[in-house]
């Protein structure tokens, strides 16, 4: 149980590294304080857990005819709305959330590579070279 409550906050603190590292790279994402960071880091987390496999349901044609590119303009548009629920945090525009999005994805795929997930735990088994069997 607690496997999974690490890596739901590793998860968290992982998105709330990309979001202040792309706030520095792009001029149009601001943050007010870290109280905004970490709940907007919180909510895209919600975001994208709960909103994003609705949204990527309602538009599969869509998403289907331009070969999965539409997925990025959701991405875009997540980061918007988590910009727009959260006082405190600031984009520009939809131009400025697209290529963030990119960017805070990429990121957060490469750290995500480096964490430690309850998944590849490697789990001792009971030594059993004492034993002998008989025939």
């Known amino acids: ?29 601001r943050f007010s304080g870290s109280s905004a960071l970490v709940v907007s880091a919180l909510l ?42 959260v006082r405190g945090f600031d984009i520009s525009g939809f131009w400025t959330a697209f290529f963030a999005s990119l960017f805070i994805s990429i990121l957060s795929m490469a750290l995500g590579t480096l964490a430690p997930n309850a998944e590849t735990t490697i789990y001792r088994l009971p030594d059993r070279s004492a034993q002998t069997i008989s025939m």
């Open 44 to 85: 895209l987390g919600f975001a994208n857990a709960a909103l994003r496999p609705l949204v990527v349901i309602l538009t599969l044609p869509l998403t289907l005819i331009s070969l999965g590119f539409f997925l990025l303009v959701i991405n875009a548009l997540m980061l918007l709305l988590v910009a727009k629920l």
């Open 1 to 29: 149980m607690f496997d999974n409550l690490l890596g739901f906050f590793f998860q968290w603190a992982i998105t709330a590294l990309c979001l202040w590292v792309a706030s520095l790279v792009f001029k149009g994402i």
